[in-house]
């Protein structure tokens, strides 16, 4: 275990090759926080309580404290072990359940998970999901190793994971 990361809204912080950012705390206790990789490929939103544990390319996070300085609140995330299950590779995308994930031009989000199959829905990225016209959202139902397609090539689902306590449920993607 490291050292906890400390990030005050508005700033960012580096975790293995992933970029954090504290967008916002609601009620001192529900954090937006973005995720992304190095390159900008993709940014994951996250919506989380304290104590959520969350995947990230190549470990877990755990969210240990939300305060508030006076003037910023801020988030203090831990690393986490998770006995049993397997941090998502370095390389991989990582869909959050609660949370959504941009990639191109899409947004993603995760509408059913379980160990066996997915149920994703897609939409223009431009517009919160409640407020995209119901002809611009497609649902799509994937099983383990299947294939979802997207406007800018297609994801492999490598790894299905269901909440499991603390630990939010994911889906682990790589481009084929």
């Known amino acids: 275990m490291s050292d906890s990361i400390q990030i ?5 912080a580096t975790h293995s090759h992933t970029r954090l950012g504290l967008v916002n705390v609601f009620d001192r206790q529900d954090v937006r926080l973005d995720v992304w990789n190095e390159d900008k490929r993709w940014l994951g939103k996250l919506k989380l309580k ?3 544990v969350f995947p990230i390319a190549g470990g877990f996070l755990r969210v240990q404290d939300v305060g508030n300085d006076g003037q910023r ?6 690393e986490f072990s ?3 299950i397997d941090a998502p590779a370095n390389k991989s995308l990582v869909l959050v359940e609660g949370g959504e994930l941009t990639i191109g031009e899409q947004a993603l989000r995760i509408v059913a998970l379980d160990r066996d ?9 431009l517009h919160p999901r409640d407020v995209v016209d119901a002809v611009k959202v497609h649902r799509h ?7 979802l397609k997207l406007d800018t090539g297609s994801l492999r689902v490598v790894r ?3 909440r499991a306590g603390e630990m939010l ?3 682990e993607l790589v481009q084929p």
Do not use: H, M, Y
Not at 117 to 125: A, H
């Open 8 to 12: 005050i809204q508005g700033r960012t």
């Open 50 to 52: 304290r104590s959520d």
């Open 73 to 78: 609140d801020n988030v203090s995330l831990v």
């Open 82 to 84: 998770a006995p049993g």
């Open 117 to 125: 199959s997915v149920s994703v829905e897609t939409w223009p990225k």
């Open 141 to 147: 139902d994937i099983a383990r190793d299947g294939e």
């Open 160 to 162: 299905l994971q269901p």
């Open 169 to 171: 449920g994911f889906v």
